[in-house]
């Protein structure tokens, strides 16, 4: 398994200001992705950040809006960029650990609520 | 394009009663995962479903995978107020993302 932190853990921001997500793995992991929550529903995969490439976006998703950046094996972030009210959410880190599972752990997230 | 489908949404039942959580997918998944998620908490994994046929079982909870009916389930023995939470199924096909069912939100009423 891996033990995954992120910061902050919640936030409350202001319309048209920027928040920096940080996750952190205790160890290397070449895959990383970003999830939005938003209350009461599933999950919606925003990227993948593997080190060394550009982060994939979904669909609906881009990177003037959420821009990721991918330093190292053991660490990202995810910036929302110019929040709106539709932002509020909650935002999860998860890695693929290497094995035949390719399971995926997941982050404490971060509950985002913009005003 | 992989669908993930759950039902029921939302479960209520009784402590000590049995019932089964069904998930559906599209197209082919090379494997199935169940996660579990507690109000204002993150994802906690359960089972990992690799092959047709394999059943997994951890207390109260067992899953199994029929690939054939495209096919999953999470059955649960004698509920407990302490599995009220949501349950996620996800597919995974290799060298793609995952893709997460909608979710049942359970609870256990005493």
């Known amino acids: 398994s891996a033990v995954i932190s992120q910061k902050p853990s919640r936030d409350i921001c202001q319309r048209g200001t920027s928040l920096t997500i940080q996750c952190q793995v205790d160890s290397q992991v070449t895959m990383m992705f970003w999830y939005r929550q938003q209350p009461g529903q599933s999950l919606t995969l925003i990227a993948t950040a593997n080190q060394g490439s550009e982060a994939t976006y979904e669909s609906g998703f881009v990177i003037d809006k959420f821009p990721i950046s991918r330093p190292n094996l053991t660490f990202s972030t995810l910036t929302v960029s110019n929040m709106s009210p539709e932002d509020s959410s909650i935002y999860l880190c998860s890695v693929e650990l290497p094995g035949a599972s390719a399971e995926q752990y997941f982050g404490p997230g971060t509950r985002l609520t913009v005003t | 394009e992989l669908k993930v489908e759950q039902n029921p949404l939302f479960l209520s039942m009784q402590e000590g009663k049995n019932y089964t959580i069904y998930c559906n997918y599209s197209t082919t998944s090379d494997r199935l995962y169940w996660y579990r998620q507690d109000p204002g908490k993150s994802l906690e994994s359960l089972f990992v479903?690799?092959?047709?046929?394999a059943v997994k079982q951890e207390g109260r909870l067992m899953a199994s995978l029929d690939t054939k009916a495209r096919l999953s389930t999470l059955h649960i023995t004698a509920a407990v107020h302490d599995l009220s939470a949501t349950y996620f199924c996800a597919g995974h096909n290799y060298g793609q993302n995952f893709v997460f069912g909608p979710g049942t939100r359970l609870s256990v009423l005493p």
């Open positions: 479903l690799l092959s047709n046929g």
